[in-house]
């Protein structure tokens, strides 16, 4: 059992109703396995004031079972934070396997570095400081700049892409395996769009936050002023995802209060 792991990660995040459940699941199948690095991690991010942003390690483990499962070894990472998913996917994918890794802010990315490369995994990832829609459209069009070498429910394009394929240069199209989306959630439909071009078909998407902290099945009136945008966004991407046909989808609560939706391709 991990000392102090109700400080760590507040049991309070959980969608679970209750607090010793989750933790149950924390202390018998998440925390036994989580690798010493990542402990390490989630103990450096705790004192950060925003420290509730992290990947929640229940999260993180289905994460690496569906990096394992689809066999990923090129992957994207929008919001990278202190970088638990990061260290996370670099672990599970194999030694020759790449991540694609973009955050607007460096410095949260570098209290964790010292982490990553403790951990050998630092070869492994491409961190690109900058807004992450640019950087995929820079993808789409094999144009990236990488700007240092370090140099993340899940979906997946049935058809593997989604239309102008004469405008693509073949690299980046259809050659992602897996992706984590974790950053702002105005923007997840535009990354939706782009990642049904860059993932390989048969690729998985990870989306978090698409819950928004259980809000998007509250009556209006008791939701929170400061989350009723997200809320409404969230409501509206469920809705988009639920009729996409390029993509099949799981919807999983669980980890953080607003665990991520699903999808899959053929
Ligand atoms: C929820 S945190 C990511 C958590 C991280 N995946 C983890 O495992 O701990 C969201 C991150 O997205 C970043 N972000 C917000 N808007 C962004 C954008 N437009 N482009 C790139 N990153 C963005 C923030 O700087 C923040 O670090």
Redesign the pocket.
């Known amino acids: 059992m991990e000392q102090n792991a109700k400080k760590v990660t507040s049991p309070s995040k959980g969608l679970l109703q209750s607090e010793d459940l989750y933790q149950y699941i924390l202390e018998t199948s998440v925390y036994p396995r989580e690798p010493d690095f990542l402990k390490e991690l989630r103990h450096v991010t705790a004192s950060h004031p925003r420290a509730r942003?992290?990947?929640a390690p229940d999260a993180g483990q289905l994460m690496a079972l569906l990096l394992k499962l689809v066999n990923a070894k090129k992957t994207i990472e929008?919001?990278?934070?202190?970088?638990?998913?990061l260290p996370l996917t670099a672990l599970t994918i194999p030694e020759d396997g790449k991540i694609i890794a973009?955050?607007?802010?460096r410095e949260?990315f570098e209290i964790g570095l010292p982490v990553i490369k403790k951990a050998g995994v630092a070869d492994k990832i491409d961190f690109i400081e900058s807004?992450?829609l640019p950087v995929l459209d820079q993808l789409l069009e094999n144009t990236t700049m990488r700007s240092s070498h370090f140099s993340?429910f899940l979906l997946l394009p049935l058809r593997g892409g989604g239309g102008g394929e004469g405008m693509m240069q073949p690299e980046n199209k259809g050659s992602f395996d897996f992706a984590f989306i974790?950053?702002?959630s105005v923007?997840y439909w535009n990354y939706h769009e782009r990642l049904m071009k860059l993932l390989k078909a048969g690729g998985l998407v990870v989306y978090d936050n698409t819950l928004w902290k259980g809000t998007v099945a509250m009556p209006d009136a008791l939701v929170p002023e400061f989350w009723k945008q997200e809320r409404e966004l969230a409501i509206e991407l469920n809705k988009s995802f639920a009729s996409d046909p390029r993509i099949q989808i799981s919807h999983a609560s669980l980890g953080d209060v607003s665990q991520s939706a699903g999808v899959s391709t053929e």
Request: hydrophobic fraction near 45%; charge should be negative.
């Open positions: 942003m992290a990947t929008l919001g990278v934070f202190t970088g638990y998913s973009i955050d607007v802010n949260t807004e992450a993340f974790n950053a702002d923007n």
